[in-house]
């Protein structure tokens, strides 16, 4: 029996914006949330009113959507992109006050919220490019639109050429760093060492002062002692393979970013994105590992 074509036309530049969208939505929260600190937290209350930045966050998605509906040009998409993050972010920024009786802006489980919002985000947007590969047909019309509009670099945006210099800034030192010769295999050590020793704490082995647990939630102790396990399990398979333990040392992450990352947000709020970038500087060490392995086993 023939397969029904979908009559669904899916965006070739899906997760290049998707991943703008994203990318965008985190940083205006860290700026907001930045500014509104050194600032002393002011608001625009003309009167008895007060016009919270949710309200410019509706706005800029509202902009964001009114360039979709006008417009077919993938540069014009991807501007929209970019407002629609901005608007994300600034109305997202605000869930501590629309989920607590008393308009809460600084109810303490929000900054934990919003971070679980984020990673099922990610998830999702993660699902739709690892989706099946696209059919002849919308790699054609993709193909069309681009050959009679440009594609979405066609712009003249300062903003967008301005985060494009960014984001290739950032790639090219983060390259460079990832590749200093040794540098994967100390971070490694670094990284077992450190698991090792929450896990000797959480176990009442170690009690060392420069890392206290006292103030941990239980689950991120669980979520603590589940990567430390893990880690464990990475370190006993080093004598037999050495792509097999960064396996487990990558499972051991993804239990610090997907869990017990959620409960150091809800305990230490925006302070805790500093272990978050560690973790991923980690990640992103056995990750280039793993693709290296890959690709000589492929070879071979």
């Known amino acids: 029996m023939r397969k029904r074509q979908s009559p669904l036309v899916r ?7 998707l991943e703008l969208l994203m990318v965008i939505a ?14 002393g937290y002011p608001q625009i209350s003309p009167g008895n009113l007060h016009i919270a930045h949710m309200l410019w966050g509706g706005f800029l998605m509202f902009i964001a959507l009114v360039m979709l509906f006008r417009y077919w040009n993938p540069s014009v998409r991807r501007l929209a992109a970019f407002f629609g993050g901005a608007g994300f972010g600034l109305f997202i920024d ?7 009786d008393n308009n809460d802006y600084f109810y303490k489980p929000t900054i934990a919220m919003i971070y679980v919002i984020f990673i099922l985000m990610y998830l999702l947007f993660r699902g739709y490019a690892e989706k099946s590969k696209l059919s002849a047909r919308e790699i054609q019309v993709n193909k069309h639109l681009r050959s009679d509009l440009g594609d979405m670099h066609d712009t003249s945006s300062k903003v967008l050429k301005l985060y494009d210099a960014a984001k290739e800034r950032f790639e090219e030192i983060f390259e460079k760093t990832i590749n200093i010769k040794g540098l994967v295999s100390v971070m490694m050590i670094v990284f077992v060492v450190l698991n090792l020793i929450q896990l000797g704490i959480v176990f009442g082995i170690l ?3 420069w890392l206290p647990m006292n103030d941990t939630s239980g689950i991120s102790i669980i979520g603590i002692t589940i990567s430390g396990i893990l880690v464990l399990f990475g370190v006993f398979m080093l004598q037999k393979s050495l792509y ?3 396996l487990w040392f990558k499972r051991a992450i993804l239990v610090s970013i997907f869990i017990t990352h959620i409960f150091l947000f809800y305990q230490s709020q925006l302070t805790a994105i500093w272990g978050l970038a560690i973790d991923l500087f980690f990640y992103a060490g056995i990750e280039k590992y793993l693709r290296k392995k890959r690709s000589e086993m492929a070879s071979t």
């Open 207 to 209: 009690s060392p002062g």
């Open 244 to 246: 097999c333990a960064f």
């Open 26 to 39: 985190v940083v205006t929260i860290l700026v907001n949330r930045a500014f509104l600190a050194a600032t």
């Open 94 to 100: 605000e869930l501590g006050k629309f989920i607590t």
């Open 11 to 17: 965006d070739t530049d899906t997760g290049d914006l």
